[in-house]
DNA sequence: TGCTTCTTGTTATAGTATAACAACGCTCCT
DNA sequence: AGGAGCGTTGTTATACTATAACAAGAAGCA
């Protein structure tokens, strides 16, 4: 798993090889990567941390992107359909994907002390789930995979 | 894992060992299972399928049980928090717990054909995830786990 | 040009959830 | 009996999250 968040990091790379991975991913689909949709990506970028829908449309105000909730989400449903970013169901907050590009099916650690979300990649995916599921004839098209708790630092911090 | 809701069954078991084993289980710890907590679970149990807190304020309505939104959400967060139902994160929505007393780290198979939800028991929990978790210093106090897809009767009748 | 498709702007509204305060009933304690 | 403490309910108001619906602009192409 990737669990860039917890641990120091180039965080101005983060920003960029994300922004540029979606501009790549974009071009070789057809997909227009706007300014509103990429400026979007660029706020959630800047966050290890899951931003609601209206803390976005808050900063697009101030930059004059877009006023509307409208503007926010559908810059949102664009990009979580293409996996540029992710909804976390238990926040009701969005936060980017750490690995644009890489086709995956993300579960995510939710820091409940710093807020911190890290992106895990659970690859040959939801392993006991997908066999539960196929052993009653389940077909799965979707997983949400989302654990709450405390990271080290957090942990530590707490004794 | 139970799969109780995607076949046939005796229901009126479904909530009548339900409804004893929460009574059961307050009578255990000293909780109060009063007249709109049982209710609320009542109604759930009724569905395999998971119903939104104004849904089931509707019903309570009807029945002189509570008119706002508070006595709804309070009698759901009684419940959940013991145990006797669980809130699906990727709906917004509550469905009662099909394993009333015992102790465990639910999964939910939600088909989007019929919107039938089942409850799987994945115990030694979220394996994989764990173990991620583990490797970062990550500590789980409470897991989502949600999976989205069709049930073997609607796959069927999509073909 | 005319057509299609995608994107944006805007208004209005739907749907989900909680804060805050008053009041009631109960147990426990003196 | 009186009163403190606690958990529950009733109620009002409001906050937060999300989408429907329609008008209009921009880009590509027959």
New interface residues.
Partial sequence: ?S?VG?HPHNHDSCIQTGVSAAADTCAAQGLQLTDVRRRVLEILLEEHRALGAYDILETLRAEGLGSQPPVAYRALDFLTKHGFAHKI??LNKFIACSDIGGAHAP?F?I??GCDLV?E?H?DAS?????Q??E??????????????????AC?EAAT
């Fill in positions: 798993m669990a917890f169901e238990r579960a650690l820091c409940t890290a895990a659970v939801e392993g006991r789930l997908s539960a599921a052993a009653v004839g389940f077909t799965i098209n979707r997983a949400v995979l989302e654990a709450e708790g405390l990271c080290q942990r």
